[in-house]
């Protein structure tokens, strides 16, 4: 997807991309994942996340602190390597794994401007206002 540079093309775009995700979650990582020089080869990269609030469900199972796994499959995905980060993300895949692809969380975004906008409508579709603390996925 090109960048998105207008406030329709960002309220869209949080649209379906909402519609994509398969969970839509708060949480907080309790393991991160082992990239550059801490990488083993052969390993995938995957980050255990406690589940804060769950927005979007998947099925049975993921509730509020339960663990998810979520693994870095290539550059499109997000890392998760920080211990105590707190985010709201949208995630694809399913149990036992899911990923966080960063095109899904609003990495097409122009600016800042639609960046929020993108995350305000991301609010309103999941019902629940964003609570503070939580890290913005575009810094990762």
Same mark, same amino acid.
């Given at each position: 997807?090109?960048?998105?540079?207008?406030?329709?093309?960002?309220?869209?775009?949080?649209?379906?991309?909402?519609?994509?995700?398969?969970?839509?979650?708060?949480?907080?990582?309790? @393991? #991160?994942?082992?990239?550059?020089?801490?990488?083993?080869?052969?390993?995938?990269?995957? @980050?255990?996340?406690?589940?804060?609030?769950?927005?979007?469900?998947?099925? #049975?199972?993921?509730?509020?602190?339960?663990?998810?796994?979520?693994?870095?499959?290539?550059?499109?995905?997000? /890392?998760?390597?920080?211990?105590?980060?707190?985010?709201?993300?949208?995630?694809?895949?399913? @149990? #036992?794994?899911?990923?966080?692809?960063?095109?899904?969380?609003?990495?097409?975004?122009?600016?800042?401007?639609?960046?929020?906008?993108?995350?305000?409508?991301?609010?309103?579709? @999941?019902?629940?206002?964003?609570?503070?603390?939580?890290? #913005?996925?575009? /810094?990762?």
């Amino acid at each position: 997807m090109g960048p998105i540079r207008s406030e329709t093309g960002a309220l869209e775009y949080a649209r379906q991309s909402y519609g994509l995700a398969a969970l839509v979650v708060d949480a907080e990582v309790e @393991a #991160p994942m082992h990239l550059g020089d801490d990488w083993k080869e052969g390993l995938l990269p995957v @980050a255990r996340l406690r589940v804060l609030r769950v927005l979007k469900p998947s099925g #049975p199972g993921i509730v509020e602190d339960s663990m998810i796994a979520v693994a870095y499959l290539d550059s499109c995905s997000i /890392a998760f390597t920080r211990v105590g980060q707190r985010v709201r993300v949208l995630l694809g895949g399913g @149990a #036992p794994i899911f990923v966080a692809d960063s095109g899904m969380n609003g990495a097409a975004i122009w600016d800042a401007k639609l960046g929020e906008l993108f995350d305000r409508e991301i609010d309103r579709l @999941a019902g629940v206002p964003r609570p503070s603390g939580l890290a #913005p996925l575009g /810094a990762e």
